[in-house]
Nanobody, 120 residues
Framework: QVQLVESGGGLVQPGGSLRLSCAAS????????MGWYRQAQGKQRELVAA???????NYADSVKGRFTISRDNAKNTVYLQMNSLKPEDTAVYYC??????????????WGQGTQVTVSS
């Protein structure tokens, strides 16, 4: 089992910045990758950014150049630095961690979610 605890959401004006943190505990050695998803009201959950255990990253096109995902292995924590925030970034942000079983099945773990609101 993996437990994920998020922090760092809040209200920010357009053009502002926020940093989200996700601390992992439990069976973290099994994790293949961690990432951030978001779900805006009335929309499906979507991938924002992810980072593998080897450090490879990928981003949604909508956040490239504005958001940066990073990890601190010593603290078992993943961060999402969000700059130049836009109102359309408003959503509940969820931390995700997963591992792949021997048959390729993906096993997901989720944080409780943190609200990010971008508004003037």
């Amino acid at each position: 089992q993996v437990q994920l605890v998020e922090s760092g959401g809040g209200l920010v004006q357009p053009g502002g910045s926020l940093r989200l943190s996700c601390a992992a505990s439990g069976s973290i050695r099994s994790i293949n990758a961690m990432g951030w998803y978001r779900q805006a009201q009335g929309k499906q959950r979507e991938l924002v950014a992810a980072i593998t255990s080897g450090g490879r990253t990928n981003y949604a096109d909508s956040v490239k150049g504005r958001f940066t995902i990073s990890r601190d292995n010593a603290k078992n924590t993943v961060y999402l630095q969000m700059n130049s925030l836009k109102p359309e970034d408003t959503a509940v942000y969820y931390c995700n961690a997963y591992y792949l079983g021997v048959d390729g099945t993906r096993y997901n773990y989720w944080g409780q979610g943190t609200q990010v609101t971008v508004s003037s």
